[in-house]
């Protein structure tokens, strides 16, 4: 959590000092989420789907040359999957689990870009980067068809999701994105952002996965052809 603090105010001052050069603006997303799950111990069959996933937020742009730039965001995003587990012994003890987790999450996508051509005029994007993010909130939706003895006894439950029980609350993936910006400043990209940290309590092991389209529009200086920067663009090589 103390990093998290950190990477936002290293945020803040990037966007604040650099405010010149950079180009800023929102962003958004939509797409799918899913998980890499292992259920608890005890289980010994399951299965994982996605669920509608999407990402709202800023980024600013701060460009490190002509071609390669460095990319901060701060987004509020949905993840998470539908996933079924369950084993069974005999008829008479048996348990089967279907439960949908949505978590809303505070990202903080920091990328390296590369864009093709010249400033202030269309350009192919693509990038790497990470994303460390912290729960907000979230649901758990739990069917669970337990039999003991021959004796069936199911539960429903929807309850908020509970940081450090449910799911743990810091998680952090890699990100990979490519798409093409206009010399507007209108942007469409893919991404794709796989969970690096396990996030799954005790003996469960849960791994984000999302991918999807945004698209965003960057306001500053050099988007425009017509207000090409010095500083950005060396027209001596044009």
Do not use: C
């Not at 990093?3 to 650099?18: D, G, N, P, V």
């Not at 987004?75 to 996933?83: C, D």
């Not at 991404?191 to 791994?207: A, L, M, N, Q």
Request: aromatic residues 10%; glycine residues 14%; hydrophobic residues 40%.
């Amino acid at each position: 959590m103390r990093y998290f603090h950190l990477l936002i105010s290293a945020l803040i001052i990037l966007s604040t000092t650099t405010k010149a050069q950079t180009g800023f603006g929102p962003e958004i997303g939509l797409g799918m989420s899913k998980m890499r799950f292992a259920p608890p111990l005890s289980f010994t069959a399951a299965s994982v789907s996605g669920i509608a996933s999407g990402k709202i937020g800023g980024l600013i742009d701060k460009p490190l040359n002509k071609h390669v730039f460095f990319q901060a965001g701060l987004s509020f995003s949905r993840k998470g999957a539908v996933r079924e587990f369950s084993y069974y012994t005999n008829d008479s003890f048996s348990e089967a689990v279907n439960q949908t987790l949505s978590i809303y999450y505070i990202d903080l996508p920091l990328n390296v870009i590369w864009k093709s051509g010249r400033q202030g005029h269309g350009r192919l994007i693509a990038g790497v980067g990470a994303t460390p993010s912290y729960i907000i909130a979230g649901k758990n939706k739990l069917h669970d068809n337990f039999v003991s003895q021959g004796v069936r006894t199911v539960t429903e439950d929807n309850t908020n999701i509970i940081v450090g029980q449910t799911v743990k609350g810091f998680d952090i993936g890699l990100n990979i994105t490519a798409g093409y910006e206009l010399a507007t400043g209108l942007f469409f990209r893919g991404y794709y952002t796989i969970g690096v940290s396990d996030i799954g309590p005790g003996t469960e092991i849960d791994k984000n996965r999302m991918f999807g389209l945004a698209a965003g529009y960057l306001f500053g200086k050099g988007r425009n052809a017509n207000k090409d920067t010095d500083g950005l663009i060396d027209k001596s090589k044009d």
